[in-house]
């Protein structure tokens, strides 16, 4: 499976733009990256995904180094509601049609009033 | 829209014992997934089905752990016997496969705690 990487924890206060980097440098050609949250005592729930070019939606944006080898997910305007643990994840490159997503540990994002 | 339901919320057993979760996903879903969550870790895939079939269940204990999907809709996930390490939040999630290709929908969990 692909690895990603991304710091344990992050803080930022409420109503600022937070940035969350993930590193994923094995990542193959055809792996598009995904970003899920999951807030306290919920399931996961998808943000966002990308391939190659920048994405935007409701929730964030996904911004692609040129290598993909790292990308960022912006918050634009954080609020409580934000904190959440923040996993960034590969498609599982082996089993292509099986929409198979290994999650890692994640970030832990603290949002401070 | 409905989300996915999944049942019981919590669940305590002792080790040995059975235990059954029961999923429901959203209304036309075609793929339904099972995870496993063990505190502190990400979500683990164990079971796949598209419909009623299984797609990959590579990480299914599979001498104690089960799980069936009938008539490609509800799925329950069964743990027969029980170990203390089985201890951790049962997710399902469902994906609509032609909309939102990508996009999987989460359920609640079921927090299952083995004495």
């Known amino acids: 499976d692909a690895k990603t990487t991304q710091p344990n924890s992050m803080e930022s206060n409420e109503e600022e733009p937070v940035h969350l980097p993930c590193n994923h440098s094995t990542i193959s050609g055809t792996d598009y990256i995904h970003w899920y949250r999951q807030l306290p005592s919920q399931g996961p729930e998808y943000v966002i995904h990308g391939l190659t070019s920048n994405v935007n939606n409701r929730m964030a944006s996904l911004a692609i180094a040129e290598d993909r080898k790292s990308s960022t997910l912006i918050l634009h305007r954080a609020t409580l509601r934000d904190a959440a643990v923040y996993y960034c994840i590969l498609r599982d490159p082996i089993i292509q049609g099986a929409q198979k997503l290994v999650f890692g540990q994640g970030t832990r994002l603290t949002i401070n009033p | 829209e409905a989300g996915v339901a999944q049942s019981p919320r919590y669940k305590i057993i002792e080790k040995r014992q059975s235990v059954a979760f029961w999923c429901n996903p959203i209304s036309g879903h075609a793929t339904l997934y099972w995870y496993q969550q063990i505190l502190g870790q990400g979500p683990k895939l164990l079971i796949q089905f598209q419909n009623n079939g299984v797609v990959d269940d590579s990480q299914l204990p599979k001498d104690r752990f089960s799980a069936e999907r009938l008539k490609g809709v509800d799925s329950t996930l069964k743990i027969q016997p029980a170990k203390l390490e089985d201890s951790a939040v049962y997710l399902c999630?469902?994906?609509?496969?032609?909309?939102?290709?990508?996009?999987?929908?989460f359920g609640p969990g079921t927090r299952l705690t083995v004495t």
């Open positions: 999630a469902s994906r609509e496969g032609r909309v939102s290709p990508y996009e999987q929908y």
